[in-house]
């Protein structure tokens, strides 16, 4: 199940928290289990901004970027991350109406 969270949903640690608490596994369980670790999460915050991107190239306008920053909230990661991921994001000249 912890795989699931992690892996296959990409969900942060909050996200995968919740996830197993909603399938019965109590708070205790599921904290011993799950470690926080950082690094792991930057690294699937940026597969799913590089996934979420596709071939846009980096280049977003500030309603794509604001659903993708909306979209990995979602999923349980914090404002920290988010923005570590998205720094090199740069926002395209054209506006969208």
């Known amino acids: 199940m912890k795989r699931e969270a992690l892996e296959k949903k990409m969900l942060a640690y909050?996200?995968?928290?919740?996830f197993m608490m909603k399938r019965g596994l109590?708070?205790?369980?599921?904290?011993?289990?799950?470690?926080?670790d950082e690094e792991r999460e930057l690294q699937n915050?940026?597969?799913?901004?590089?996934?979420?991107?596709?071939?846009?190239e980096n280049y977003l306008t500030k309603r794509e970027k604001?659903?993708?920053w909306n979209f990995l909230a979602r999923?349980?990661?914090?404002?920290?991350?988010?923005?570590k991921a998205l720094k090199d994001v740069s926002l395209s000249e054209e506006e969208d109406s």
């Open 75 to 83: 999923r349980g990661y914090s404002s920290g991350i988010i923005r």
């Open 45 to 56: 915050v940026q597969k799913l901004v590089d996934k979420q991107l596709g071939s846009k």
């Open 26 to 36: 109590p708070a205790e369980v599921v904290d011993s289990v799950l470690g926080y």
């Open 66 to 68: 604001r659903r993708l």
């Open 14 to 18: 909050q996200g995968a928290k919740v």
